[in-house]
C-alpha cells in the first residue's frame, strides 16, 4: 500500500495521502468529488474514494500493528526453553506455559480491534518475520564459522582447498579407513 512517490510540489506522495485522511478525519467513505475538490485546491494529485478507503484501512492497520506488535513481543519473552534435565512433571508445566503464549497473543489482536483479514498479513506475517531472522542469524553464524574453518585450512593446505585435502586429513582425525572400518 506504500506510494512512495515524490509529487510535483517534491513532496512525498504518502505525505499527501495522509493529509488528505486527516483532513477528513479518517472516515471511511469520503466522495470522489469532495475528494477531487480538496486535492484541486491543495495541488494534490487527485486520490479517488476507492483508494482513499484503501489508505485509511492501511492506516488503521498500522495503527493496530504499532500496538499489538509490541505486545505480542512482551508475550513472546515468556516463552520458556525445555530443558532436558528436569523431572517430567517440571518439563509438562514449562510446556503448559509456553502454550499459554497463544491464547495471551490472540486475547491481545482480540482487545486491539485485529479483523479476520488481518490475521495472517499481520500474525502469520510477523511469526514469519520473526522465523526468517532467527534462520538468517543461524546462517550468519554458520557462514562465520565457516569463513574461519576455511581460512584455517588455507592455511595449513594452501589456497586451493580440495575435497581430496580435507578427506584425508578427515580420515587421519577420525581414524576412519572405510565403511564399516574403524581403527
Do not use: W
Not at 504518502?14 to 485546491?41: A, G, P, T, W
Not at 491481545?108 to 518475520?129: A, M, P, S, T
Not at 580440495?162 to 582425525?173: E, M, P, Q, S
Amino acid at each position: 500500500m506504500s506510494d512512495t512517490r515524490t509529487t510535483t510540489l517534491g513532496k512525498p506522495r504518502q505525505l499527501e495521502i495522509l493529509d488528505i485522511m486527516q483532513n477528513f478525519n479518517f472516515h471511511k467513505k469520503v466522495s470522489s468529488r469532495v475528494l477531487q475538490s480538496y486535492c484541486d485546491r491543495k495541488g494534490y494529485e487527485f486520490l479517488g474514494a476507492g483508494d482513499y478507503e484503501d489508505h485509511v484501512y492501511q492506516y488503521e492497520h498500522d495503527q493496530r500493528a504499532k500496538a499489538i506488535i509490541p505486545l505480542v513481543l512482551a508475550e513472546l519473552q515468556k516463552f520458556q526453553y525445555v530443558e532436558d534435565y528436569i523431572g517430567e512433571s517440571k518439563k509438562e508445566k514449562v510446556k503448559e506455559e509456553n502454550g499459554q503464549i497463544e491464547f495471551a497473543i490472540a486475547k491481545i489482536c482480540e482487545d486491539h480491534g485485529l479483523q479476520y483479514r488481518e490475521i495472517d498479513v499481520l500474525i502469520k506475517n510477523f511469526g514469519e518475520e520473526m522465523n526468517a531472522i532467527t534462520n538468517n542469524a543461524s546462517t550468519r553464524m554458520n557462514n562465520m564459522c565457516a569463513i574461519v574453518i576455511s581460512d584455517v585450512a588455507q592455511q595449513k593446505f594452501g589456497e586451493v582447498l580440495t575435497v581430496k585435502d580435507l578427506g584425508d586429513y578427515h580420515r587421519k582425525a577420525s581414524g576412519y579407513k572405510g565403511e564399516d572400518e574403524v581403527e
